[in-house]
Nanobody
């Protein structure tokens, strides 16, 4: 499966963005999909994940502000009440049966 992220941009603190991870290829619905982010000088961190059965987890830092969802060909990350510390490149990752695919990333910048 191939992945492509979109929806990043510049937003003021308190604002919202919706990221999309679009998948091409077969059997996307069997993959667990995760959103990661990486800020300059930091390690890549897991933000949210959604399994093929809809089980969802969030990092503590985004609980109550971010929502992950999916349909047959996309996974979304709705980000509300954004903070400057949410600034990072956001990547989606799909995993299933030992296979793993990554997108190219989309930049999110939260700044006034």
């Amino acid at each position: 499966v191939q992945l492509a992220e979109s929806g990043g941009g510049l937003v003021q603190p308190g604002g919202s963005l919706r990221l999309t991870c679009a998948a091409t290829g077969k059997w996307f619905n069997v993959y667990t999909v995760k959103w990661f982010r990486q800020a300059p000088g930091n390690q890549r961190e897991l933000v949210a994940s959604i399994s093929r059965l809809g089980s969802i987890t969030y990092a503590d830092s985004v609980k109550g502000r971010f929502t992950i969802s999916r349909d047959s060909a996309n996974v979304y990350l709705q980000m509300n009440s954004l903070k400057p510390e949410d600034t990072a490149v956001y990547y989606c990752n799909a995993v299933a049966s030992g296979a793993s695919s990554w997108g190219q990333g989309t930049q999110v910048t939260v700044s006034s």
